[in-house]
């Protein structure tokens, strides 16, 4: 007969065994669970079954950014503000997969986790970025009549052919994702955002840069193309376009953009603010309202030169905010001259 007390032990050692039915989590299910939990938005989520065995990725997701994501191939993504293993991270939740993006002095880190993987990185990335005197129509032209559905900023990146080694995801995480999250927190926290990539369309993402009239290039296809591609690209001063290149769009200049206008491109070969800085120009923010942070302190989205040894802010600085939300609220100038920035002809 067994006793009272070996039977209690007996339940006890029995209870704490987890059911064969509740398998060892992968991070991405693990993450998913997580934003089932934030009330009342939620982004992808699992419905399975409480889990025991937790991975070595440490996380914590605090809310969901009010972006919206369209990858190539139809496929949706969601981001979200939170910890990994004690760092400030931005998630990227899309298809199978979630990155990670971390900062860490300035250079932004991808951890990458796949549905299928155990719950361990699947891979880490980090990576350091190191005019024309003719004036055609403006992209956003006297007279212009703005469109009444653009509510909000919509970003379109199309990865120029050159990049074929590399992803639209990768690029989204090393160049985008920091830049989508200080958006959507301290610049237009009350607007919804909207970015999506493009790749392999024919004329766009194979057209010619390098020269002194790269931009009009870029514009000039752009617009011969909208209607084919559905981009109306001067609908709106709230759409925007940014060519993604691997080499620097002309010569001397790593990045280039018409100031207020819906054009511009970017080279990855460039600093890891460059992306941010073409489009700063787009949205109204200038040089002259950047920020040094010290002389060995960072360096703000647009500041026109750099040192080596200072690190990018990854954020505007206050003054620029400012002129964006006022941007956005007003839009461009449509009379003064269109000014390219940036360019070998700038100033």
């Known amino acids: 007969m067994v006793s009272p007390r070996r039977l209690t032990a007996l339940f006890t050692v029995l209870a704490l065994q987890p059911p064969a039915a509740m398998a060892t989590s992968t991070m991405v299910e693990r993450f998913d669970e997580a934003v089932a939990r934030l009330a009342p938005v939620a982004g ?13 990725a440490d ?7 009010n972006i919206r994501l369209d990858f190539p ?54 990576a350091r970025l190191e005019g024309s005197r003719s004036r055609p129509p403006r992209s956003v032209g006297p007279g212009h009549f ?17 990049l074929a080694d590399r992803s639209a995801r990768e690029l989204h995480g090393l160049y985008v994702a920091w830049w989508l999250a200080d958006m959507a927190r301290r610049v237009l926290p009350v607007e919804p955002l909207h970015a999506s990539y493009m790749e392999l369309t024919p004329l766009l993402t194979s057209v010619a840069y ?16 909208q209607y084919s591609l559905g981009t109306h690209v001067d609908r709106t001063y ?8 691997a080499n620097p769009p002309m010569p001397g200049t790593a990045g280039v953009a018409f100031e207020g206008g819906n054009e511009a491109i970017a080279s ?15 949205l109204g923010a200038t040089h002259e309202n950047a920020e040094t942070r010290g002389w060995w302190g960072c360096e703000t989205n647009m500041l026109a030169g750099s040192l080596r040894w200072r690190n990018d802010c990854l954020e505007y600085s206050e003054a620029n905010r400012r002129a964006m939300r006022s941007y956005m609220r007003h839009g461009p100038d449509t009379v003064a001259a269109r000014k390219m920035v940036d360019g070998p002809e700038a100033p």
């Open 146 to 162: 703005e469109d009444p559905g653009a509510y909000f900023l919509h970003l379109t990146f199309v990865k120029h052919d050159d």
């Open 238 to 245: 709230k759409h925007k376009f940014v060519l993604l290149t």
């Open 210 to 225: 390098g020269d002194a009239r790269a931009l009009h290039t870029f514009e000039g296809t752009l617009k011969a193309l």
């Open 268 to 282: 990855v070969s460039g600093r890891t603010r460059i992306v941010a800085h073409e489009i700063g120009h787009m």
């Open 59 to 65: 996380f914590s997701v605090e809310r969901r950014l």
């Open 44 to 56: 992808p989520s699992s419905a399975g079954v409480p889990r025991v065995t937790r991975s070595a």
């Open 73 to 126: 191939g139809a496929v949706q993504g969601a981001m979200y503000e939170g910890l990994l293993n004690g760092e400030t991270a931005v998630f990227t939740r899309a298809d199978d997969y979630l990155d990670a993006t971390v900062m860490r002095n300035g250079e932004p880190e991808v951890v990458s986790f796949n549905a299928q993987t155990d719950g361990a990185p699947s891979s880490g990335e980090s």
